[in-house]
């Protein structure tokens, strides 16, 4: 798919009004701190990546492994060294190296994903959010069981068990699993749904899960 396509759903009603309802709960699970720094991985054409540096005071980049789709980011969001072309699964920064980690809709398409989950929490210090395609979902019905079209295409979609499994053992806490966007069409309906209490029901198609990232021999949170 071509990043400009894939891009222009973000300026469509349905595409715009997912994209800040997913923005907006990320923001809110990380709680950005002033001057915190962030990376977004398999950032693609950096909408998550552009819209959490709108909402965070701090350095933000965004890496992704399709050169193509990091061109087109840096195309709209020239700041210097914003970009970078990089694996999930061997990132090439330092443990520790940014205070919160965000992940939205890449795991899926990643081969090995505890790799890239443990290398997500590397280079994390404080919070972590990972943005995912809930298998338990109308968005699933829809778009995931006969194995997806465009940006579907090869995905997989996570249940919350799958999640938990994914992140045993790994250097997390407090962590929490969330659903948004129950009726992906984002008509009046949808949007009242979402905004009512079946709006927090365990069926959206945005899986979130955040925590807090445990650095050995650190106990600042
Ligand atoms: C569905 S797109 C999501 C892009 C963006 N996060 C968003 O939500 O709009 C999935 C992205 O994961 C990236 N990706 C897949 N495998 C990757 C890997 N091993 N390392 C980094 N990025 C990867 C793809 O290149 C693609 O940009």
């Known amino acids: 798919m071509q990043a400009r396509d894939y891009d222009l759903w973000y300026e469509t009603p349905q595409g715009r009004w997912i994209g800040a309802r997913e923005a907006a709960l990320i923001?809110?699970?990380?709680?950005?701190?002033?001057?915190?720094?962030?990376l977004d991985i398999g950032c693609g054409t950096g909408y998550f990546t552009r819209a959490l540096a709108a909402r965070v005071r701090g350095p933000v980049t965004g890496v992704d492994l399709n050169p193509d789709w990091i061109r087109y980011a840096r195309g709209r969001d020239p700041v210097p060294g914003r970009y970078a072309v990089a694996d999930a699964q061997a990132l090439p920064f330092a443990d520790g190296a940014f205070d919160l980690v965000v992940s939205v809709t890449a795991l899926g398409f990643i081969p090995d994903q505890r790799a890239a989950l443990a290398e997500l929490l590397r280079v994390g210090r404080r919070r972590f959010a990972l943005g995912l395609l809930n298998r338990h979902s109308l968005l699933w019905w829809q778009q995931g069981r006969r194995g997806g079209g465009g940006g579907y295409a090869g995905a997989h979609w996570h249940t919350r068990?799958?999640?938990?499994?994914?992140?045993?053992?790994?250097p997390v806490s407090e962590l929490r699993l969330q659903s948004a966007i129950q009726f992906p069409g984002g008509g009046r309906f949808a949007?009242?749904?979402?905004?009512?209490?079946?709006?927090?029901?365990?069926?959206?198609?945005?899986?979130?899960?955040?925590?807090?990232?445990v650095r050995t021999g650190s106990t600042e949170q």
């Open 161 to 170: 068990s799958e999640v938990r499994a994914l992140l045993r053992d790994l």
């Open 27 to 38: 923001t809110a699970a990380l709680a950005p701190r002033p001057g915190e720094s962030l």
């Open 191 to 213: 949007r009242w749904i979402e905004a009512s209490p079946a709006g927090a029901l365990p069926t959206g198609a945005f899986l979130l899960a955040t925590g807090n990232i």
